[in-house]
């Protein structure tokens, strides 16, 4: 059997590591997985040229919105979020699922969120495919108070949309388009996800002792808002965490087996090591 990871660019993904490590754990020894280098354009075509010697595909930016359009079946949890990042075949057919939400939810449970006690208040930095899944990672988490910092409240349609699906109501605002302002609606928070990408929340700082930051960039690591919050006492989760848990999901959804997450933990490990 056959399976991939697409995007574009995809050279720099672990997911390989992750998948190859998880099929020899589990004596999948006629299994692959690849990178393949497709853009939006370009997934109906490659998703229509494929047969049933394929499990399913990993898909990453900037193809989990159009992923949904490819698919005969779409999750509820990827329709709520208006985001794919699994494709999966079975008799013929493709399904849409969101792993990104379960990434979420382990690592951040990994740190202690909805496991220690009740959380009050979480914010969210961006306004993405990400971001959408980070609200539906804190409604499963039981976090009751979300605000969600973008740079143009008029953008964040998509993202709107997605919490009236998941039933939840963030309070949105421009805040990043001032790093004072970003920084000041950190400060207190129970939770912090950095959805931005490299760079963008360099200048925000804000967490503290009894905040969880997680950070979804993990290369390089840490990042300067991953450094600046744990030197102020937070507790830092590299996006890596996310990055495991969400290819621990995808390979139960591909194989029908559980993830070996130890072994998936290693590879993982290695390969980052490697590019180190």
């Given at each position: 059997?056959?399976?991939?990871?697409?995007?574009?660019?995809v050279?720099?993904?672990?997911?390989?590591?992750l998948?190859?490590?998880?099929?020899?754990?589990?004596?999948l020894?006629?299994?692959?997985?690849?990178?393949?280098?497709c853009?939006?354009?370009?997934?109906p075509?490659f998703?229509?040229?494929?047969d049933?010697?394929?499990?399913?595909?990993?898909?990453t930016?900037p193809?989990?919105?159009?992923?949904?359009?490819?698919?005969?079946?779409v999750?509820p949890?990827?329709?709520?979020?208006?985001?794919a990042?699994t494709?999966?075949?079975?008799?013929?057919?493709?399904?849409?699922?969101n792993?990104?939400?379960?990434?979420?939810?382990?690592?951040l449970?990994?740190?202690?969120?909805?496991?220690t006690?009740?959380?009050?208040?979480?914010?969210?930095?961006?306004?993405?495919?990400?971001?959408?899944?980070?609200?539906?990672?804190?409604?499963?988490l039981g976090?009751p108070?979300?605000?969600?910092?973008?740079?143009?409240?008029e953008?964040?349609?998509?993202l709107?949309?997605?919490?009236?699906?998941?039933?939840?109501s963030p309070?949105?605002s421009?805040?990043?388009?001032?790093?004072?302002?970003?920084?000041?609606a950190i400060?207190?928070?129970?939770?912090?996800?950095?959805?931005?990408?490299?760079g963008?929340?360099?200048?925000?700082?804000?967490?503290?002792?009894?905040?969880?930051?997680?950070?979804v960039?993990?290369?390089?690591?840490p990042?300067?808002?991953?450094?600046?919050?744990?030197a102020?006492?937070?507790?830092?989760?590299?996006?890596?965490?996310?990055?495991?848990?969400?290819?621990v999901?995808?390979?139960?959804?591909m194989?029908?087996?559980?993830?070996?997450?130890?072994?998936?933990?290693?590879?993982?490990?290695?390969a980052v090591?490697?590019r180190?």
């Open positions: 059997m056959h399976a991939a990871v697409l995007g574009s660019p050279a720099h993904s672990l997911s390989p590591a998948h190859t490590a998880a099929y020899a754990a589990l004596g020894h006629d299994w692959s997985y690849e990178r393949c280098e853009d939006e354009a370009g997934l075509r998703v229509a040229g494929l049933r010697e394929w499990a399913g595909l990993s898909l930016m193809l989990k919105r159009v992923a949904l359009e490819v698919a005969d079946e999750s949890l990827a329709t709520a979020t208006g985001a990042n494709l999966v075949l079975r008799d013929g057919r493709w399904s849409a699922h792993t990104d939400v379960a990434g979420l939810v382990a690592a449970r990994g740190a202690g969120v909805g496991v006690g009740a959380t009050g208040r979480a914010v969210v930095l961006g306004a993405g495919g990400t971001a959408q899944a980070s609200l539906a990672a804190l409604r499963e976090v108070e979300v605000d969600v910092l973008v740079r143009s409240v953008r964040a349609g998509e709107r949309a997605a919490a009236d699906r998941l039933g939840v309070t949105v421009a805040a990043l388009t001032d790093p004072s302002s970003a920084s000041a400060t207190g928070a129970d939770i912090v996800i950095s959805t931005l990408p490299a963008a929340a360099d200048a925000l700082a804000g967490a503290g002792p009894g905040t969880v930051v997680l950070d960039v993990y290369a390089p690591w990042t300067r808002f991953a450094a600046t919050a744990a102020a006492g937070a507790q830092v989760v590299s996006g890596l965490e996310m990055l495991l848990h969400q290819a999901a995808q390979v139960e959804l194989t029908g087996r559980p993830g070996p997450v130890a072994e998936m933990r290693s590879a993982l490990d290695e090591a490697a180190a």
